[in-house]
């Protein structure tokens, strides 16, 4: 539907921001059937004009709203969007390919199993699948963890540029105070591992009695990197483990899942 502005009399305080609404007017323009749209289709569907598009466009992309394609210049629905509503996460197509292949891992190991992403300062969790006997963590789709303390928020550092690496070290500098030091150490030691093993570790740094590894996914189609995780009980799963076995398991899901979106695309 072309974006529209409510007429005066229908807003009398004027509350309504037209600027969010022309923003939001760029999301709704997508449908189920849609894999990926341009600047003149958005205009089209939308009835604004191309230059403003285009601002908004880029400003969505900023924000992860949207996925801009190096090699099309097209836009998909980005990672923030899946966070405005379950029914997003429900119907994204990575969640439909990466869930059974999690199951199979976690039933196997019989360890917690989790797909998340990151927003700002925190991992944000789009999937979540257990081993019938293993550790029920506290997390759940749409849950959120700390990036600095979990193997999941450590396998998404990896992957971040240095500027952006940098600022977030900044911000959670002046929000960790005192703590900051030894939460340093522990990513360090995390890249480390990934640069070493190709995964990150967190050995009781989110929860005492957890232990977890960490590894990016990267999707080469635009949006940012998301991240798998395999972790349970430290009783049961102690750092050999999780060296020896589960990690090197985690970064064949991780290689599986690519290619189930390859093929599925």
């Given at each position: 539907?072309?974006?529209?502005?409510?007429?005066?009399?229908?807003?009398?305080?004027?509350?309504?921001?037209?600027?969010?609404?022309?923003?939001?007017?760029?999301?709704?323009?997508?449908?189920?059937?849609?894999?990926?749209?341009?600047?003149?289709?958005?205009?089209?569907?939308?009835?604004?004009?191309?230059?403003?598009?285009?601002?908004?466009?880029?400003?969505?992309?900023?924000?992860?709203?949207?996925?801009?394609?190096?090699?099309?210049?097209?836009?998909?629905?980005?990672?923030?969007?899946?966070?405005?509503?379950?029914?997003?996460?429900?119907?994204?197509?990575?969640?439909?390919?990466?869930?059974?292949?999690?199951?199979?891992?976690?039933?196997?190991?019989?360890?917690?199993?989790?797909?998340?992403?990151?927003?700002?300062?925190?991992?944000?969790?789009?999937?979540?699948?257990?081993?019938?006997?293993?550790?029920?963590?506290?997390?759940?789709?749409?849950?959120?963890?700390?990036?600095?303390?979990?193997?999941m928020g450590r396998a998404l550092i990896a992957v971040m540029d240095r500027g952006e690496r940098d600022k977030l070290f900044a911000a959670e500098k002046v929000r960790y105070g005192a703590q900051?030091?030894?939460?340093?150490?522990?990513?360090?030691?995390?890249?480390?591992?990934?640069?070493?093993?190709?995964?990150?570790?967190?050995?009781g740094d989110w929860e005492k009695e957890i232990n977890a590894v960490g590894v990016p996914l990267e999707l080469n189609d635009g949006n940012p990197p998301m991240a798998l995780i395999l972790g349970?009980?430290?009783?049961?799963?102690?750092?050999?483990?999780?060296?020896?076995?589960?990690?090197?398991?985690?970064?064949?899901?991780?290689?599986?899942?690519?290619?189930?979106?390859?093929?599925?695309?």
């Open positions: 539907m072309p974006f529209a502005e409510p007429d005066a009399d229908e807003d009398p305080g004027r509350q309504f921001v037209t600027a969010l609404a022309r923003g939001l007017s760029i999301l709704k323009a997508f449908t189920q059937g849609d894999t990926s749209l341009g600047n003149q289709e958005l205009a089209e569907r939308t009835g604004l004009t191309k230059p403003t598009v285009s601002r908004l466009t880029y400003t969505l992309t900023r924000l992860g709203y949207l996925a801009c394609s190096p090699q099309t210049g097209r836009y998909e629905l980005g990672t923030s969007a899946l966070a405005l509503g379950y029914w997003a996460m429900a119907g994204s197509y990575i969640r439909q390919v990466a869930k059974p292949l999690m199951e199979r891992v976690s039933e196997e190991l019989n360890l917690c199993c989790a797909l998340g992403y990151r927003d700002e300062a925190d991992a944000v969790y789009l999937e979540h699948t257990r081993g019938s006997g293993a550790l029920i963590m506290s997390v759940q789709s749409g849950s959120r963890t700390p990036l600095v303390t979990t193997a900051w030091p030894r939460i340093l150490k522990g990513i360090q030691e995390g890249l480390k591992d990934y640069q070493a093993r190709g995964f990150t570790l967190s050995l349970g009980s430290s009783y049961v799963v102690d750092r050999q483990r999780l060296v020896e076995h589960v990690g090197p398991r985690l970064a064949e899901l991780a290689a599986q899942i690519r290619q189930g979106l390859k093929f599925r695309g």
